[in-house]
Structure formats: C-alpha cells, structure tokens
C-alpha cells in the first residue's frame, strides 16, 4: 500500500516498491503485469532489511537495485538499516540480497534515487557526509564496493539533495533542496549541481532564488540534449505563481534557467514534486495536489513552446496525490497515486494515461 516511488518496465512487466503494507507493513517490492492486471509480491521489508522504500527501482541485467532507509535520521545517529541500505532483487531467482549497509557520518545516511551508468551505481544521500549535508556517490553491485565522490558544504555549495541524479556523457547532474544564495531564509532555496565522473570535481550550475525561479526542488532532473529541465516548488514572496511551483529548464553548459510555466495552485496543480518524463516531443508530469478535486494532476508541456495542458485530475476514487514520475510504455503512460482506489482502503493505485 501507498506507493510512492514510480514503475520500471522490464520484458513487459512493470516493477515497482510500496512504502507500507506487505507482510509486515514496512512495505515492499511488487510486479505488475499489465496485459492481465496481475500484482505480485516479490519482498515483503522486514526492518533488519530496510524500511518503507521511497524510490523507484534500476534495473541491472536483470538484478532490480532500490533503497530503503528506517526513518528520517536528520538528528541523532543511526545504526544499520536506520541509516539506510542499497537492496538488490534477482528476477530470474527472486532473491533478495543487501547490497550495501550505509554506516552514517561520512559515509552517508539515507540514500535515495539510484541511476546505472556503465555498469556501476551512482546516487546521493539526504544526510551524512561533511556536516551531515548529503554526498554523492558510487557503488560497484559486483563487488559492493562503495566510494563516497563528493560531499556537500553547505551554503553556496549546497545541502540535501532530496533526489537522485542523471547523466548527460561523463558528467552527472542533480540537485539540492537547501543552499545557494538565500543563506537568510534558513538554507534557502537549492541548487543545480554537476560532478565530473572522471574526476569527482563538482560545481554548482544554478542556485535558486526562492520566488518566481523555484525553489527546494524535490524532483529528479530530466536531461534532452544539452538541457536539464524539471520542477520546484516556489515561494509566493516576489513571484507570480502564488507559490505553487515551476518548471524550469538550465543549460548543462551555462547554467542559464529559464522558467517554463507557473502553477496556479488550483486548476492546473500544486506542488511539482515528480520528475518529468519525455514523450513524442513533449514532457509529461504530475502534481501532487490540487486540480479540480484537490487530488492532483497530470499535465504536459511542450518545451519548445512552452505550451501547457492539463490532462487529468485525480478524484480519490482513481486515486489522489500522484508523487511519483510517469513511465512511458509504447505511448502508454504508467504511473502511481499514494492514496486512493479502494474506498476502504486507500490504499493507492497504478493507473494507466493515453496521452
């Protein structure tokens, strides 16, 4: 129950993780087969194991890779799973296995969207690092080998990165969801941030200003061609939006950003806080509140003219609070609401979108 990560396709089968419910309610890996509506258990989390799963899967040669970490560990330390673990799932045998125990301080604690370059595992942690700002960092799944390539400072440089990364040739791109240059708004308002594969060198690409530009940006960038777009929150203090969010493109070279739509916090949606997903030409993704019942949205817009529509609105009964990316499967839009459906439960949907 309540998903709140986004699907992967593999040979057909959609794969995905539940925060909650599973045989001991800590939540789970599922399969789910769309031709005929079959979901299947592959892992229920024990606690000794991980904990409540926020991220959607990568997919390895056939070994599903994800995250869990046992609760917020902002304050105070943390002791195996409590700081968070690298799990790994074997489709063809449905084993599962830890691939890597994260130790808190410099190492890292709560480890979050992971991404497959070359064969290796890259991603970021919320905390742990220098000052328990958050790091960056690589993991071989052969070996569990684990290297630490950056760790944040703080400020300007940035703090708490709230999502994973993305790849544009040998050099990865995310974000942090405090730091830059509001330093007065308590660690306000984020950034951009490229690290160098080759040599672990790290820069800040854009640092958000917290009104009409966004900012705290919850939502993994999307790379198409030399241009990084994605979504933010924003604050209402100097911005036109009311402060319902943005999406946003930069330049991976200059760092130029450029603002692509405002929400308006009611029809259109409130709070972008899932990555946007490209289809024929057009970026497809959610709110998590808002739109005609309160529930959320699904929208697209063309980046090329800045076009928006809105394309559905959630109503509880076909789910609510869509915080999750979509995943386009042959033009067919997949995706996951945390609550809704069942009208006893509510325990969450996965819905299907033709665009």
């Not at 998903?3 to 992967?8: E, N, R, S, V």
């Not at 497809?284 to 019942?293: L, V």
């Not at 309160?294 to 980046?303: F, L, W």
């Amino acid at each position: 129950m309540t998903p709140y990560a986004g699907l992967i396709e593999v040979d057909g089968v959609l794969y995905g993780t539940t925060h909650q419910g599973g045989a001991n309610s800590l939540g789970t890996v599922f399969s789910f087969d769309p031709a005929t509506g079959t979901e299947t258990v592959l892992h229920s989390f024990r606690g000794d194991d991980g904990v409540s799963p926020e991220t959607s899967l990568t997919n390895i040669g056939g070994t599903l890779y994800g995250t869990t970490s046992a609760k917020d560990p902002a304050f105070g330390a943390c002791k195996g799973s409590d700081c968070g673990v690298v799990f790994a799932v074997d489709l063809a045998t449905q084993r599962f296995r830890i691939a890597h125990t994260f130790a808190g301080g410099r190492d890292g604690r709560r480890p979050l969207q992971l991404l497959a370059v070359g064969g290796l595992l890259y991603g970021t942690t919320m905390y742990g690092g220098d000052g328990n700002r958050g790091t960056v960092f690589r993991l071989d799944p052969s070996t569990g080998t684990k290297t630490v390539l950056y760790r944040f400072a703080g400020g300007r440089d940035g703090q708490y990165p709230h999502t994973g990364l993305v790849a544009i040739g040998d050099t990865l791109y995310g974000t942090t969801f405090g730091g830059g240059d509001q330093p007065i708004l308590d660690g306000c308002c984020g950034t951009v941030f490229a690290v160098s594969l080759a040599t672990g060198e790290k820069r800040v690409l854009h640092r958000f200003l917290g009104h009409g530009d966004g900012m705290t940006p919850e939502a993994a960038l999307i790379p198409v061609g030399n241009t990084l777009y994605g979504a933010a929150y924003s604050s209402s203090t100097g911005g036109s939006d009311g402060g319902s969010g943005v999406l946003f493109a930069v330049d991976a070279t200059s760092g130029a950003e450029r603002i692509l739509h405002h929400f308006n916090g009611a029809g259109d949606g409130w709070d972008p806080k899932s990555s946007l997903t490209l289809a024929d030409g057009a970026l497809y993704g959610t709110t998590s509140g808002s739109g005609a019942h309160g529930r959320g949205t699904v929208y697209a817009i063309t980046p090329s003219t800045e076009e928006f529509s809105l394309l559905y609105t959630f109503d509880l009964g076909d789910g609510a609070y869509p915080g999750a990316p979509l995943l386009n499967v042959g033009g067919r839009l997949y995706g996951t609401t945390q609550i809704g459906g069942d009208p006893v439960c509510h325990c969450g949907v996965i819905y299907k979108l033709m665009p």
